[in-house]
């Protein structure tokens, strides 16, 4: 990106890696050493390309300020990530036990942590307002994630995971770990705008 150089924080490389940890914990829980360390380097250069101080501060979306906040940190799009991680996981365990669906832990975690990383530099503002910044308005949501992804090596498989979580897409998920990713994004998001009184995504 060509802003890279007049947004570089202040803070170090290793400094965003242990925030990005402590935010999301449940990149912990990604077993494999190589793909749990790509999740953390894609969250680290989205952060140090944007203008957010503060990864916690992000909204999840432009409506997100004006939610009940009745939890610290609801409506965030770290709590979010969080949520469609978490959700996925138990999701996904339920299908294996009750209807013997195997699916791939690793990436179905990795999958959730990164649907949304490209909203990092998607989206400009404060804490308290955000709207679609240059890269938000000029280019689709999550293509920016795929690029980082592939770049990092990783799957078409999970690429085509990230891409296929947005009814901006127009490819539907075509994978267990995909399918899961896309129905819990928007059981989470639903269940804020329901919240909220605004209108479904499911409408
Ligand atoms: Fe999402």
Redesign the pocket.
Known sequence: MARNEATVHSTTTQDRIDRIRELLPEIAQIGDDNLRTIVESIWEQVWRESDWQELGDIPKNPSAPAAPQRVENAWTLIT??RA?AQLSATSAETIKTLHGIDYDRDSLVALALL??VSKVVEYVGTKDSIAKGHLGKLIQHGVYSAFLMWQHGLSTEMVHGVIA?TPSSRILPQTHEALIVRYT?FL??DSMLMDAGEELYLS
């Open positions: 979010h990530t469609v649907h949304d979580h994004d989470d998001t």
